[in-house]
């Protein structure tokens, strides 16, 4: 008799090892976040991506940055386009978030010129992501576009 019940609980001790190992494997407790691919860290600055147009004589256009709206004319900034690599047609402008933003690009086409505005809210918006186990942020609107539609001349 007690040699039947070592030998049972040898068989559970053995039984429970095994079930403990592979349940220790893909831990319910622990949650592995290492590949994480969020921004955790809460955005106080956000990135304009201003794209233009270059013309056949790789003349640049100046580019102006405003805060609110275009008819509050409240230039922040003005960007010549000249330092821009000649293969790029876009540029980046760091912002503070949550606001909205205006960009007038300046082109002289045959002596007159012509203004390309576009405009939008620069926002930070957070959310919570179950795989990283945290509060996430993404920064959205930052894209205007400058470009001309017709560049014949």
């Known amino acids: 008799m007690k040699f039947r019940f070592n ?3 040898t ?3 053995v039984l429970f090892n095994f079930f403990f190992t592979i349940s220790c494997e893909k831990s319910i407790y622990f949650k592995d976040v290492s590949d994480c691919q969020c921004i ?3 955005p106080f600055y956000g990135n304009l991506t201003i794209e233009f147009t270059r013309d056949t004589e790789q003349r640049s256009p100046q580019i102006l940055i405003l ?7 409240n230039v922040i900034d003005t960007l010549q386009t ?5 293969y790029r047609d876009f540029i980046y402008y760091q912002v503070p978030v949550n606001h909205y933003y205006t960009a007038v690009c ?5 002596g007159d010129t012509i203004r390309a505005v576009d405009g939008g809210f620069v926002k930070k918006e957070s959310y919570y992501d179950s795989d990283c186990d945290t509060i996430c942020w993404k920064l959205t609107g930052s894209n205007l576009n400058l470009k001309l539609k ?4």
């Open 7 to 9: 030998i049972l609980l």
């Open 11 to 13: 068989f559970l001790f």
């Open 40 to 42: 955790t860290e809460e």
């Open 67 to 73: 805060s609110g709206f275009y008819e509050e004319n």
């Open 82 to 86: 000249d330092t821009v690599p000649a």
């Open 106 to 110: 300046l082109y002289i086409r045959d």
């Open 150 to 153: 017709n560049t014949r001349r």
